[in-house]
Structures are given as structure tokens and as C-alpha cells.
């Protein structure tokens, strides 16, 4: 019996420092976007212009080595079944 209410109470010490921590990372990430929207709010439209132009220059930097790895991936693919036959 004993060793019953030792293991619910570890389990109940156990869950409220797990929601301790939970509402720790709550509370972080409302702060956080907070800061965040605060600063967003400052950015002139020259700003904001400039952070579309670099995530476009950096999407279309990105997608050509996604493309000539297909494109390697699917050269690999049928060089194999070819082998096949």
C-alpha cells in the first residue's frame, strides 16, 4: 500500500513539473510573438520589400539544386530499370 502512494505521489510531483514547464514555454512563446509583432510593426515598406526580394532570392537559389537532384535521382532510376531487361 505504501509503495502505491509513494509511486502516485512521484507521479503527481512528475506531472506538475511537467505542466510547470509546459506553461514555462506557453508563456515564452507569447512573449516571443509579442517582440516579434511589435518589431514587424517598425518595418517600413522599403523594409518589408527587401526581406520579399531576399526569400525569393533565396527560394529560387534553393530550387534549382532540388530540380538536379530529381532530375540525377530519375537518371539513376532509369538507367536501372534498362539493366533490367
Same mark, same amino acid.
Given at each position: 500500500m505504501n509503495r /502505491?502512494? =509513494?509511486r502516485l505521489k512521484?507521479?503527481? /510531483? %512528475? *506531472? !506538475? &513539473?511537467? !505542466?510547470?514547464r509546459v506553461a514555462k514555454e506557453l508563456?515564452? /512563446?507569447s512573449k516571443r510573438k509579442t517582440r516579434l509583432r511589435k518589431r514587424a510593426r517598425q518595418l517600413s515598406n522599403e =523594409? *518589408? *520589400?527587401a526581406v520579399l526580394i531576399? !526569400? %525569393?532570392s533565396d527560394t529560387q537559389s534553393v530550387e534549382p539544386a532540388a530540380t538536379? =537532384?530529381? &532530375?540525377s535521382? %530519375?537518371?539513376?532510376v532509369n538507367a536501372d530499370d /534498362?539493366?533490367? =531487361?
Open positions: /502505491a502512494i =509513494d512521484d507521479e503527481q /510531483a %512528475r *506531472l !506538475r &513539473a511537467e !505542466r510547470k508563456k515564452n /512563446a =523594409d *518589408l *520589400l531576399m !526569400r %525569393r538536379e =537532384d530529381a &532530375a535521382t %530519375r537518371t539513376r /534498362a539493366g533490367e =531487361d
